[in-house]
């Protein structure tokens, strides 16, 4: 083979690698198979942006971890749910994002062997947690808004719930796990370089394709049609409808109250998931249907964008928690009091109505009620808190 047939076979075989776990085009090549280099401005920008977020991802949602673990009158049901959420984001920023954003970026693996095959396992399987736990957190909302005398979850079928989800998409991931590899290559006669790429089975034939239309499917489309179905109904059941009666009490009225609170934290949470995952599931079923896609010149950069959309979803819980849900944020601001060395200032804080049916209850005697009718100053604002009636008793819902 003479030198000019050898170097087209290199350069061929350079241009059609898959290199990376990301699924980002490989486009970013010259005719003399020759990659581009990148400006060191967009280095710069990348990495503060991909950083940025999985640092925010690890702290923010390991604050929500240690939150809940620490207290127990926040380990209710939905918050053993939502600490599930966390971890998915958690285990994200710290094993996905930071290697997948240089992968990408760079288009050579730099990093450890076994890292390329876990990279993308991870991401696969974040995603699923967290589409899978919505749901799942959904369809509790569902029973506890319309059908609140039904069994609902308890505890330990929660765990057992939280268990099944992680098996299946431990199993849902696999492939990535199996099939991606790290493969030396040459970009041209004397430069070899590193590439992660998928090296999927001859038999089928049609494997790739129908395990990225299984993952559309299972972690967008079908989820989230439960999930739209199911909190539809909740909201015209709660703004809609109006129960027939008069309250004796104001008890009703702060339970409805509480159950909205919730439900539109919820509802921020999983719209907050269609936004940012919505462009790069469009292009990964674009890339299936119509290859030609991945020709565009830009192409690269758009998938950037997308990519990190998508991996900016795992760090915004953490602040939707902290500004609609005053548990959440109570918390957070006794750990900065206590990270800053400050006197924590308690307010009284009346009880919670609601409807989580799984916290211990907790009876109240009359003088503890007598304790609540009381007036508290806060920045020139008078709290009047709520007389509770001698037999009725507390329970919280996150």
């Excluded at 920008?45 to 939150?67: D, K």
């Excluded at 990093?111 to 990279?119: E, I, N, Q, T």
């Excluded at 928690?321 to 990270?339: A, I, P, S, T, W």
């Excluded at 009718?373 to 009636?389: C, E, G, H």
Aim: glycine share 2%; hydrophobic share 45%.
């Amino acid at each position: 083979m003479n030198s000019s047939a050898e170097s087209s076979l290199l350069e061929k075989s350079y241009s059609d690698m898959d290199f990376l776990s990301t699924g980002l085009p490989s486009t970013n090549h010259t005719d003399e198979g020759i990659l581009y280099e990148v400006p060191t401005g967009l280095v710069i920008l990348l990495a503060i942006l991909y950083g940025s977020i999985s640092i925010m991802a690890v702290i923010g949602n390991g604050l929500v971890i240690l939150v809940i673990v620490k207290n127990k009158k926040m380990q209710t049901v939905t918050n053993l749910f939502i600490a599930n959420l966390a971890t998915a984001d958690v285990v994200l920023g710290m094993f996905s994002i930071p290697f997948q954003f240089q992968a990408a970026l760079l288009q050579r693996w730099i990093f450890a062997d076994f890292l390329c095959s876990l990279a993308p396992y991870v991401l696969t399987m974040s995603v699923s947690l967290s589409v899978f736990t919505l749901t799942v957190i959904a369809i509790d909302r569902y029973f506890a808004v319309l059908h609140p005398l039904k069994p609902r979850f308890t505890k330990r079928s929660a765990v057992v719930v939280l268990t099944i989800i992680w098996l299946i998409s431990s199993m849902s991931s696999l492939p990535e796990a199996l099939f991606y590899k790290v493969k030396r290559q040459y970009a041209s006669a004397d430069v070899l370089v590193s590439c992660c790429y998928m090296e999927w089975p001859k038999h089928p034939p049609n494997f790739a394709k129908i395990y990225r239309m299984y993952l559309l499917l299972a972690q967008y489309l079908l989820p989230l049609t439960v999930i739209t179905f199911a909190y539809l109904r909740i909201g015209c059941h709660i703004w809609l409808l109006e129960v027939p009666g008069i309250a004796v009490d104001n008890r009703d009225n702060i339970r409805t109250r509480n159950k909205k609170r919730v439900v539109k934290m919820l509802l921020v949470v999983v719209c907050l998931f269609v936004i940012c995952w919505m462009p790069l599931q469009t292009y990964n079923l674009l890339s299936e249907v119509y290859s030609p896609i991945n020709d565009y010149e830009y192409i690269n950069i758009i998938w950037f964008c997308f990519n990190w959309l998508a991996m900016s979803n795992s760090c915004y819980n953490p602040f939707i928690y902290g500004l609609l849900n005053e548990k959440f944020k109570r918390e957070f601001r006794q750990l900065c009091n206590v990270c800053f060395c400050r006197k924590e200032k308690r307010d009284l804080i009346g009880p919670d109505f609601s409807d989580d049916s799984v916290q211990p209850i907790r009876k109240y005697s009359v003088n503890d009620n007598a304790q609540w009718n009381r007036t508290n100053f806060d920045n020139n604002r008078v709290k009047r808190y709520i007389r509770v009636q001698t037999e009725f008793t507390e329970q919280s819902m996150v």
